[in-house]
């Protein structure tokens, strides 16, 4: 366990909504530290969980953790950054939400997307938080099976993303947002084909129509 080694305090990372055809990607975070407590029961991978079961699970993770935080990247971020670009941001926005900043980050996956490569803050208009150094990062396939702090990471994010494409349902009809929450399905697929692209769709990406 990465907390039995000199590490006070760990930040476990993952992310949601990268494959999504509309509304931003969330990168959920929790801190976490040598005097954890018991796991929350059932806790799992927002994947694996119900709608009702990841929303019972958030009080529960709020008073397991030290700290908890989600960094949003916009549709419109996604198409000037990329991806990574933007999952890096969004990143580094739920990081600095985080009280102490840690003395390691954990992320979900095989890719270091947090401190590589970085974002030049002056070759894009957004508001790119710069914090002067990044702790260091380890990444683990399959975090979010096998580690508590970061599937909690995963409902985190799963939860804020979910009630922030819910809120845009009201706001741009047609599309199920509220149902698909961004992601490709046939009603979607629908609503793109009498709507076209709204403001919060993935312009740069290529759409199943």
Known sequence: MLLARDINYL?????????????????GAVLISRGVGQIPAGLRD??????KS????LPKIQNWVLSQAVGFASAAEIDDLGIIGAMRVAGVRALEQLS???DLILLDGNHDYLSS???KR?????DVP???EIPPVVTKVKADMTC??????????KCARDALMIELASKLPGYSFEKNKGYSSLDHIQGLRAHGLSEVHRHSWKMPV
Do not use: I, M, W, Y
Request: charged share 20%; aromatic share 4%; glycine share 12%.
């Open 11 to 27: 930040a476990c990372f993952d992310e949601v909504g990268r494959g999504a055809l509309a509304g931003p990607v969330a990168l």
């Open 46 to 51: 927002s994947k694996l969980l119900t709608a």
């Open 54 to 57: 990841r929303n019972d699970l």
């Open 100 to 102: 102490p900043l840690p």
């Open 117 to 119: 490569g970085g974002v």
């Open 122 to 126: 002056e070759v894009t208009l957004f």
């Open 130 to 132: 710069d914090l002067e």
């Open 148 to 157: 508590a702090g970061v599937a909690a990471a995963s409902v985190v994010a």
